[in-house]
């Protein structure tokens, strides 16, 4: 990959990323972004009273493409998988998965050292996934989310 692919590559994935903290703000969450390129989660959110949060990975896409997940998607340890889509072209749509849904949905390709694991925009675009961000909120609410206690 070129340096320009690579620069484009990184703001696109910015965009993504400060787009779903914008939305998750919106809803109520505390947002705070991790270290970029930290494997794993992007985003830790957290309710006002801090008793409850998630964590996010996200994945943005500049078009409706498939989402890599290199070798294997069971580094997936983010609460929420969101897939961020069309992030350059005015307002994104994003797409809430858990990360069961994204293994169970994956397609694999290759073997070794050259496999890798892509989620398909059929797999994805899903409409009980579309902007389902009430999602995220009634799974912290449903498991008592995580508490500074635990």
């Not at 969450?29 to 991790?34: G, I, Q």
């Not at 493409?65 to 897939?83: C, M, Q």
Request: contains cysteine; proline residues 4%.
């Amino acid at each position: 990959m070129d340096k320009k692919n690579k620069r484009a590559n990184q703001t696109v994935g910015n965009a993504g990323l400060y787009y779903v903290c914008f939305k998750l703000s919106q809803m109520g969450w505390n947002v705070l972004p991790t270290s970029r390129n930290a494997r794993g989660v992007d985003i830790v959110a957290y309710n006002e009273d801090a008793t409850r949060y998630v964590t996010i990975q996200v994945k943005s896409l500049s078009k409706s493409n498939p989402v890599p997940f290199g070798r294997s998607t069971d580094n997936l340890i983010a609460d929420f998988v969101v897939v961020c889509r069309g992030v350059m072209d005015g307002e994104p749509h994003c797409f809430i998965l858990t990360p069961g849904e994204v293994r169970n949905y994956a397609n694999e390709f290759g073997s070794g050292n050259k496999r890798n694991c892509f989620l398909r925009p059929q797999c994805y675009e899903l409409g009980r996934f579309r902007e389902n961000w009430e999602r995220i909120r009634k799974r912290a609410a449903d498991r008592g989310g995580r508490s500074r206690d635990s």
